[in-house]
């Protein structure tokens, strides 16, 4: 097995929609704000070549959107989907299995592209079965008031159309009700675990993956940046904050006992990072980057 991290580009959120309640004083000591309160966060990908499979876990926000949409989130930097696919040494029609954490636009809006003739929309990944969980499914598509903005029909239903949309089965209880984070899903098709975590959208799915003896774990919006480690750092987006702070405590805490290294979505200027226990809860441990840790 090989990871390869791909960044799909970058942009800029509101510091203040990132960190929810806490005060701009204290979030701005890891994640600086520029003059319109606008903080730098990255869409990195994970791809994993597993003999002849190759699956890309979430794909960024995508092109298709018109300017204005994208003028809303301050794009900059270089990176994209196919360039980084590329430099990693393959294409868009090498992917057998796009997993996607949760449907939100800026982590499924990649999976979805044009077609030829702009006249309708194809899946980007012509080859690749998609991945996501029939509750969650139903909680995209049938989207509350506070989510509706997040997701969009054009970026989550032509892979339905395709017929290339496979679901995972959840747990039959929450995560937040069993005993160990290592109660996991796991499907021999994709051969790693996935933690479900319901707090920042209903059975958001973040891989764990078994690599060189290490486990590796895809954060997604569970920990968005190194900045959101202490408990009360909950993102403004999330619909049941509540419910994120035992998730995030219990993932925590399983992260410093058995040195997991956490794989950061969002995070900007940190790739990976693992954790420790502190007087003050679980704190920063260490920073790598990917190259540093697998090559």
């Not at 496979?166 to 160990?180: A, L, R, Y």
């Not at 891989?207 to 954060?219: D, R, S």
């Not at 219990?250 to 992260?255: D, E, R, T």
Request: charged content about 20%.
């Amino acid at each position: 097995m090989t990871l390869h991290p791909i960044e799909a580009g970058n942009f800029k959120l509101d510091g203040g929609a990132m960190f929810g309640v806490v005060p701009k004083a204290l979030w701005t000591r890891t994640n600086p704000a520029d003059s319109n309160n606008m903080i730098d966060v990255a869409a990195r990908c994970l791809l994993i070549e597993d003999g002849n499979k190759l699956t890309l876990i979430d794909t960024g926000m995508g092109n298709k959107q018109p300017q204005k949409f994208f003028g809303y989130y301050h794009q900059w930097g270089d990176y994209a989907l196919a360039s980084s696919l590329k430099k990693a040494g393959f294409h868009k029609d090498d992917i057998t299995d796009v997993f996607m954490t949760h449907l939100h636009f800026d982590h499924c809006g990649g999976s979805v592209q044009w077609n030829k003739n702009k006249t309708g929309y194809e899946p980007a990944f012509k080859n690749a079965r998609f991945w996501s969980n029939k509750d969650h499914w139903q909680w995209a598509t049938k989207p509350n008031r506070r989510e509706k903005a997040s997701f969009l029909t054009e970026n989550i239903l032509p892979m339905q159309k395709s017929g290339q949309l496979n679901f995972v089965s959840p747990p039959n209880s929450s995560i937040s009700n069993t005993n160990k984070v290592n109660d996991l899903t796991k499907i021999s098709a994709l051969d790693f675990g996935i933690f479900f975590a319901d707090g920042h959208t209903e059975k958001q799915m973040l891989p764990m993956i078994q690599h060189q003896g290490k486990t590796i774990v895809f954060m997604a919006d569970l920990l968005p940046t190194a900045g959101h480690l202490p408990l009360p750092f909950v993102m403004g987006y999330d619909t049941r904050p509540l419910l994120t702070l035992p998730e995030k405590e219990k993932f925590l805490n399983a992260a410093a006992d058995h040195n997991y290294y956490l794989f950061l979505e969002h995070d900007a200027h940190n790739q990976i990072i693992t954790v420790k226990h502190t007087e003050k809860g679980v704190r920063l441990n260490k920073v790598f980057t990917f190259n540093e840790l697998f090559n």
